[in-house]
Each structure stands twice: as structure tokens, then as C-alpha cells.
């Protein structure tokens, strides 16, 4: 895992980081693309299978990437789609903070409410990930990006807040 690279404490950035992906989320519904396509690759069905239909689409063109070293970035919703636009391989790169913030923007865009979740792993004293987690029919759905192929699993965590 990767830590959020700037946190110096358990909450010190943390509030920054989560309220920024919040503000993209309200931001990026200025940009019809993340709703267009939040919508065409969620299709028809339950709000369960449209979250994994688009947590499947999503998987196809996202990569991780990290940030470069000693520097923490997150990516818009917007930039990230652009990236994809800008590519003949029709692929987004990030980290997870940016996988968080486009896959948060496209749940809530399409009437799915979603939290973000930041985890902590073993006796690390910073939060180490973020991912956003689906609420459908009163039931927790993680929809952890950076997990290749495994929609609604997350990995075992010592601590975790939502937000």
C-alpha cells in the first residue's frame, strides 16, 4: 500500500484531501462527460449491478500509477477524462485518491450515495488509502478501483474513517 504522501499525522491533511474530492465531485457535474458516461457504463438494472457494471468499465481503463516521489496530487474527475480523451489507449492514469475522486463523482452523479473511506494498514500512524464505498439497499459496497477485478472486497484494514 501506498501512503497519502503529505499527511503528517493521522488527521493532518486528511480534512483537505477528502473535502478537495468532495469539491470535485460538485465541480464535475459541470462537466456533462462524467455523468454521460457514469450513466452509459452503469446501463440498466439494480443500483447493486449498476455499481458493478460501473466498477467493471472502470477497471478496463484505469491504471495505477503512483505520484511522483514527494509530491501528492489528485487529479479531477475532468483531467482524469481528458487523459482518456487524450489517449489512443483510451486509458486513465492514477493513484488512488484520483481513482477515488472519478469513481466517487460517477456513483453520486448517478444517484448512488457513496462515502469515501480512508484506511490504515498494520501500525501505520498515517492513512495509507482512500477508496469510495457504495451504499446500496442499506448495504456497504467498497468500490476500491485500485483492486483489479474484485468489486464489493477490501482489503483488511486496522483502521478506517469514513467521510
Known amino acids: 500500500m501506498l501512503e497519502l504522501r503529505g499527511i503528517a499525522g493521522p488527521y493532518n491533511g486528511l480534512p483537505t484531501k477528502i473535502k478537495f474530492i ?20 452503469a446501463g440498466q438494472g439494480t443500483r447493486l449491478l449498476q455499481a458493478r457494471n460501473l466498477y467493471n468499465a ?3 481503463i484505469l491504471v ?7 509530491f501528492e496530487m489528485t487529479k479531477s474527475p475532468s483531467i482524469m ?5 487524450g489517449s489512443f489507449s483510451n486509458t486513465i ?4 485518491d484520483d481513482m477515488s475522486c472519478l469513481g466517487y463523482a460517477m456513483l ?25 464505498v457504495a ?15 474484485k ?13
Open 22 to 41: 468532495k469539491d470535485c465531485y460538485k465541480k464535475s457535474m459541470l462537466d456533462p462527460r462524467v455523468r454521460r458516461l457514469a450513466e452509459e457504463w
Open 58 to 60: 472502470l477497471q478496463h
Open 64 to 70: 495505477y500509477t503512483a505520484d511522483p516521489v514527494g
Open 81 to 85: 477524462l481528458d487523459q482518456m480523451e
Open 93 to 96: 492514469k492514477g493513484d488512488c
Open 108 to 132: 453520486m452523479s448517478i444517484g448512488i450515495p457513496a462515502r469515501l473511506r480512508v484506511a490504515w494498514y498494520g501500525n501505520s500512524p498515517v492513512p495509507q488509502h482512500i477508496y469510495p
Open 135 to 149: 451504499f446500496v439497499k442499506g448495504f456497504e459496497v467498497p468500490f476500491d478501483l485500485t483492486a483489479k477485478g
Open 151 to 163: 468489486f464489493g472486497v477490501e482489503h483488511p484494514y486496522a483502521k478506517v474513517m469514513d467521510f
